[in-house]
């Protein structure tokens, strides 16, 4: 069953649907247009802006700013998975400034100063040497151009049950399948360690309904079985207490996102 560790490297799983709707849920959560919102703002994203979104997934933000740069501005997006880029191109089949290409953050296939901003979303919680995918950002971006990291922290996951001995349990379990589960809090060390100045952080909390909860956890906690971390019975009775919850209308989970820019000196 897919679990979200394979964020990593998602086209050698069996089932690339499960990552195109895991998308779509958080899509779905109305306060991440905020979280997307603020990362623009930290973007000074303007009219005219050339825009490169790095690990862009099926590219709704993509999608976003290639409208809000208007005709004169350009978006590109990476993203390592075929899969992904192949929904991105299908999504953005009307709109004619943005343009998506399969490729590895590490080796960006841009020439230096390209970009007035570029961007990430949720992708260096699954990258092992963020430095590297970090200064090849700085590379392409121009000097006082903008590069803006966005990462949840997997550790602020609140889930409300009747049992949060188990829940706290259950939530490490699920941040251990990401290889940065912390990543969130550790941005901005990270660009300021990367050189950038005028660095600006915000902090963006949204919920998530119970059906992304389930989505996540069933599959993610299902490794962690076969792992040995978690008995089957274990995962089956916390899936069981939140389903009640959500059938008695009370289910209730948030996260915490850092948004985190800086300026290329
Ligand atoms: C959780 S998704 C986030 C997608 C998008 N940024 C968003 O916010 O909707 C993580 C994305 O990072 C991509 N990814 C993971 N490792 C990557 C790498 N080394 N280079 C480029 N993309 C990568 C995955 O394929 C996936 O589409």
Redesign the pocket.
């Known amino acids: 069953m897919a679990q979200?560790g394979e964020?990593?490297?998602?086209?050698l799983s069996d089932n690339p649907r499960y990552?195109i709707e895991?998308?779509d849920m958080?899509?779905r959560a109305p306060k991440?247009k905020e979280v997307?919102n603020s990362t623009y703002k930290a973007m000074d994203l303007a009219l005219g802006s050339h825009v490169l979104?790095?690990?862009?997934?099926?590219?709704?933000?993509a999608i976003e700013m290639a409208r809000l740069v208007g005709v004169h501005g350009t978006i590109e997006g990476?993203?390592?998975?075929g899969?992904?880029i192949a929904e991105a191109k299908m999504r953005a089949q009307d709109v004619s400034n943005v343009t998506f290409r399969t490729?590895?953050?590490?080796q960006l296939p841009y020439a230096d100063n390209t970009f007035d901003a570029t961007r990430?979303?949720?992708?260096l919680?699954?990258?092992k040497d963020r430095e590297r995918?970090i200064s090849e950002m700085i590379r392409v971006t121009k000097r006082r151009g903008r590069v803006v990291l966005?990462d949840v922290d997997f550790e602020s996951t609140a889930i409300f049950s009747n049992d949060h001995l188990q829940t706290r349990k259950m939530t490490a379990l699920i941040a251990d399948a990401c290889v940065n589960p912390t990543s969130g809090r550790e941005l901005p060390y990270l660009l300021r360690a990367a050189g950038l100045e005028d660095i600006s952080v915000d902090l963006q909390a949204i919920s998530t309904p119970y059906e992304f909860c389930f989505h996540l956890s069933n599959g993610t906690l299902r490794s962690a079985i076969e792992g040995g971390r978690v008995t089957p019975q274990e995962v089956d009775i916390w899936l069981q207490d939140l389903a009640s919850i959500e059938a008695a209308g009370q289910f209730f989970q948030s996260w915490v996102f850092t948004i985190v820019g800086g300026v290329v000196g």
């Not at 990430?120 to 992708?123: A, F, K």
């Open positions: 979200v964020f990593a490297q998602l086209d990552f895991f998308l958080v899509d991440i997307r979104d790095v690990g862009c997934g099926h590219g709704t933000a990476v993203d390592i998975s899969d992904m490729s590895d953050a590490y990430m979303e949720r992708v919680l699954y990258i995918v966005a």
